[in-house]
């Protein structure tokens, strides 16, 4: 008997319609091969299995009872493989109820998430969401086991590794809300008036310092941060109420300035564009409900910023 690493597994092919037919001229032509290619592929199955699997009888060929034996099982394993390596069926997002987690900052829940759960309210009722806060340290480890669909946020914030897969949605850059009766609005401030006035901060770790501060430094400078606080729910409001500045997205600025009075400005100084990606491990590339969730957010995300 020959071990897995020996056996043709091919030839599995041929006993299943040799079983099916019990005649080695009718097996060979459902194979389109010829009669004697037949008889060969029964003699490797006779040696690699150590049974003789089909005997000469006065009423035909008969099967012996290791073929019966293996008739079932082989069928079975025929199907199950037959079953892997289909493509994949098409994803129909109307009658399915899967659930997608996605892992995304304040910042994305506030700019895609009402489109997107909107949309799949509308055009696949069955398909939930949940959203996770993204965390300092990257969930690589979620990605893999599929424990997370997709991460969503600034790549230079996120930093994920390398091997991970990536799609660029759009950019923003920063900007400054103030109250509509603030001072600085008179005229453009510069830099050493915008460190002249209480700011508030945005911090999901806590820490004390942001990017604004890290180029602050650079350049010999430091702010006053009066108020820290860890998402922009509350923000727009306070700001309204307070002469503080509250640096942000130029996206979420304008969002604020629909919630509550307030006016947009520039920063005083240059800094770089971020951009939002959208994350994933390899192994969902050709996962077909994957694809769609992907797609769906990508036209979401061009949808968006074609406005903007």
């Given at each position: 008997?020959s071990n897995?690493?020996s056996?043709?597994?091919n030839?599995?092919?041929?006993f299943?319609?040799?079983?099916?037919?019990?005649?080695?001229?009718r097996a060979?032509e459902r194979m389109f091969?010829t009669q004697?290619a037949?008889?060969?592929?029964l003699?490797?199955?006779?040696?690699q299995l150590?049974?003789?699997?089909?005997?000469?009888?006065?009423?035909?060929?008969?099967?012996?009872?290791?073929?019966?034996?293996?008739?079932?099982p082989v069928?079975a394993?025929?199907?199950?493989t037959?079953?892997?390596?289909k493509?994949?069926l098409?994803?129909?997002?109307?009658?399915?109820?899967?659930?997608?987690?996605l892992?995304?900052?304040?910042y994305?829940?506030?700019?895609?998430?009402?489109e997107?759960?909107?949309?799949?309210e509308?055009?696949a009722?069955?398909?939930d969401l949940?959203?996770?806060r993204?965390e300092?340290s990257f969930?690589?480890?979620?990605l893999?086991?599929g424990?997370?669909?997709v991460v969503?946020g600034?790549?230079?914030?996120?930093?994920?590794?390398?091997?991970?897969?990536?799609?660029?949605?759009?950019s923003?850059?920063?900007?400054c809300?103030?109250?509509q009766?603030?001072?600085?609005?008179?005229?453009?401030?510069?830099?050493?008036?915008?460190v002249?006035v209480?700011?508030?901060?945005?911090?999901?770790?806590g820490?004390r310092v942001g990017?604004?501060d890290?180029?602050?430094?650079?350049l010999?400078?430091?702010?006053?941060i009066k108020?820290i606080?860890?998402?922009?729910l509350?923000a727009?409001?306070?700001?309204?109420k307070t002469d503080m500045i509250l640096?942000?997205p130029?996206r979420?600025?304008?969002?604020?300035?629909?919630?509550?009075?307030?006016a947009?400005?520039?920063?005083?100084?240059?800094l770089?564009d971020?951009?939002?990606?959208?994350?994933?491990?390899p192994?969902?590339?050709?996962?077909?409900?994957?694809?769609w969730?992907r797609?769906k957010i990508?036209h979401?995300a061009?949808?968006?910023?074609?406005?903007?």
């Amino acid at each position: 008997m020959s071990n897995l690493r020996s056996f043709d597994l091919n030839l599995l092919v041929a006993f299943d319609v040799l079983m099916r037919d019990l005649n080695v001229t009718r097996a060979a032509e459902r194979m389109f091969i010829t009669q004697s290619a037949m008889s060969h592929i029964l003699q490797k199955l006779r040696q690699q299995l150590d049974d003789p699997l089909l005997v000469k009888t006065s009423s035909g060929m008969k099967p012996t009872e290791r073929a019966l034996a293996l008739v079932d099982p082989v069928r079975a394993l025929l199907a199950e493989t037959e079953r892997l390596i289909k493509p994949p069926l098409e994803f129909d997002a109307t009658v399915s109820q899967r659930c997608f987690v996605l892992a995304a900052t304040d910042y994305i829940e506030f700019l895609l998430m009402p489109e997107l759960s909107g949309y799949i309210e509308k055009i696949a009722p069955g398909i939930d969401l949940h959203v996770k806060r993204t965390e300092v340290s990257f969930p690589v480890s979620q990605l893999e086991n599929g424990s997370l669909d997709v991460v969503l946020g600034f790549e230079s914030v996120l930093n994920p590794p390398a091997h991970l897969r990536r799609q660029y949605l759009f950019s923003d850059k920063m900007a400054c809300v103030v109250n509509q009766e603030h001072s600085l609005l008179s005229k453009p401030p510069n830099i050493n008036e915008f460190v002249s006035v209480p700011h508030m901060l945005i911090s999901r770790t806590g820490k004390r310092v942001g990017i604004i501060d890290q180029k602050l430094a650079e350049l010999g400078l430091e702010r006053r941060i009066k108020l820290i606080v860890p998402h922009f729910l509350s923000a727009p409001l306070i700001v309204a109420k307070t002469d503080m500045i509250l640096s942000l997205p130029y996206r979420i600025a304008e969002q604020f300035t629909t919630i509550a009075p307030l006016a947009i400005f520039p920063l005083p100084f240059e800094l770089p564009d971020y951009d939002l990606c959208m994350i994933w491990h390899p192994i969902m590339d050709k996962d077909p409900a994957h694809q769609w969730l992907r797609d769906k957010i990508l036209h979401l995300a061009r949808s968006l910023t074609s406005h903007t």
